[in-house]
């Protein structure tokens, strides 16, 4: 497939990504989650699967996969914001599922898959007991995606991504990673009453 067709797949995504930074809604993340299996699809004539060796895009592509089969969003995702809870994270919005959905999630990966499925969201889902954080996971599979069509050669024409590249050029020259922890500063007796505090979150 020609660069140019790409191109769209590549802006939709980036236009996703933006729409989830700032209405961080269902709505967004389900658009976002689309975007980045529509930009696998378009890749793959030419290229191959190379977002696969992304973990998590091979996490949150299960998790599409569950979500387009479970019926509404609304119904399993709830985004949150940690703003004046007194959270020290790098992150003040959390994106929570249930513990549950993941594993549905896996188990309703194909087969020869759910290894790997499985192994992809220990690995990079946030896990709180009864209920997981993905937004540090969305966040960076968006980054390593860019990455990856950077070692393609391959661009977007969109503002939204040349706003990404500026704001990826601008953590390189200034020594910031370009990717997020979500890793909240707990003392160990602490931990418990998080998983609580985003349990309660998510019940909400």
Same mark, same amino acid.
Request: proline residues 0%; hydrophobic residues 45%; charged residues 20%.
């Given at each position: 497939m020609m660069k140019e067709q790409i191109s769209p797949a590549i802006d939709r995504l980036f236009r996703t990504y933006f729409q989830y930074c700032? &209405?961080?809604n269902e709505d967004s993340l389900f658009q976002l989650l689309t975007a980045l299996h529509s930009l696998d699809d378009r890749l793959k004539p030419n290229h191959g699967r190379p977002m696969f060796k992304i973990q998590e895009y091979i &996490?949150?592509?299960a998790l599409r996969n569950h979500f387009h089969h479970a019926g509404e969003i609304q119904n399993v995702v709830k985004l949150k914001s940690l703003q004046?809870?007194?959270v020290a994270t790098d992150l003040l919005q959390v994106c929570l599922i249930s513990f549950n959905d993941t594993i549905a999630a896996i188990e309703g990966t194909e087969k020869k898959f759910k290894v790997q499925a499985a192994d992809a969201i220990a690995a990079t889902f946030k896990d709180w007991g009864a209920v997981v954080d993905i937004n540090p996971c969305v966040l960076n599979c968006v980054a390593k995606v860019f990455e990856l069509l950077q070692v393609l050669k391959i661009q977007g024409t969109s503002d939204e991504y040349s706003n990404f590249?500026?704001?990826?050029e601008w953590e390189s020259a200034n020594g910031h990673s370009h990717y997020v922890t979500g890793q909240v500063m707990l003392r160990p007796g602490?931990?418990?009453t998080y998983a609580a505090l985003m349990a309660s979150l998510y019940n909400e």
């Open positions: 700032t &209405a961080f &996490a949150l592509k004046g809870m007194g590249v500026r704001q990826y602490e931990v418990s």
